[in-house]
T-cell receptor
Framework: DTGVSQNPRHKITKRGQNVTFRCDPISEHNRLYWYRQTLGQGPEFLTYFQNEAQLEKSRLLSDRFSAERPKGSFSTLEIQRTEQGDSAMYLC????????????FGSGTRLTVV | QKEVEQNSGPLSVPEGAIASLNCTYSDRGSQSFFWYRQYSGKSPELIMFIYSNGDKEDGRFTAQLNKASQYVSLLIRDSQPSDSATYLCAVNDYKLSFGAGTTVTVRA
């Protein structure tokens, strides 16, 4: 197991197009988190899953954003009708429940909307 | 009100000096606190976490927590050019809530 994997690493898309990102967490980690980070800011929480259940969505997550984690394994984050303001680094992190302090981050997906 | 506030940077220190980073948080019930280092274009890397009042040391890094003052700090001793990065403070509840980060530059 090589950690949390995110694909693609980079994505350039035209405004108005839909994009989907994938996160593969560490296999035994039942909690999975999505964050968005823009230049000069810290990561902002978007949503998280415990197994396949999406337990919380941030107010930042507009109707154009949707996330899934079928079967409690990998997760996808889809952005519909992308806008230039969606340009950011999208980070995925996973952890085992709440018993440990160990969040493991993926390398992120850099989205550029042109 | 922003949940986690960090002292504004950038912070420039000479090689070998101590870099001091500060962070305050708004939720008095918060229990655990993390410091991450993030190099440009990379994902955050955990430096250390702390959940008890007082100091916690790990190599050249010392985290300090004062829950009464809702204050967390990170000291980097003997700063090296490789320590040049953005340092993120985060409060852990069931998720991490991050500050905006402080950029540190260690000049040789």
């Amino acid at each position: 197991d090589t950690g949390v994997s995110q694909n693609p690493r980079h994505k350039i898309t035209k405004r108005g197009q839909n994009v989907t990102f994938r996160c593969d967490p560490i296999s035994e980690h039942n909690r999975l988190y999505w964050y968005r980070q823009t230049l000069g800011q810290g990561p902002e929480f978007l949503t998280y899953f415990q197994n396949e259940a999406q337990l919380e969505k941030s107010r930042l997550l507009s109707d154009r954003f949707s996330a899934e984690r079928p079967k409690g394994s990998f997760s996808t984050l889809e952005i519909q009708r992308t806008e230039q303001g969606d340009s950011a680094m999208y980070l995925c992190a996973s952890r085992i429940g709440t018993a440990t302090m160990d969040y493991t981050f993926g390398s992120g997906t850099r989205l550029t909307v042109v | 009100q922003k949940e986690v506030e960090q002292n504004s940077g950038p912070l420039s220190v000479p090689e070998g000096a101590i870099a001091s980073l500060n962070c305050t948080y708004s939720d008095r019930g918060s229990q655990s606190f993390f410091w991450y280092r993030q190099y440009s274009g990379k994902s955050p890397e955990l430096i250390m976490f702390i959940y008890s009042n007082g100091d916690k040391e790990d190599g050249r890094f010392t985290a300090q927590l004062n829950k009464a003052s809702q204050y967390v700090s990170l000291l980097i001793r003997d700063s090296q050019p490789s320590d040049s990065a953005t340092y993120l403070c985060a409060v852990n509840d069931y998720k991490l809530s991050f500050g905006a980060g402080t950029t540190v530059t260690v000049r040789a």
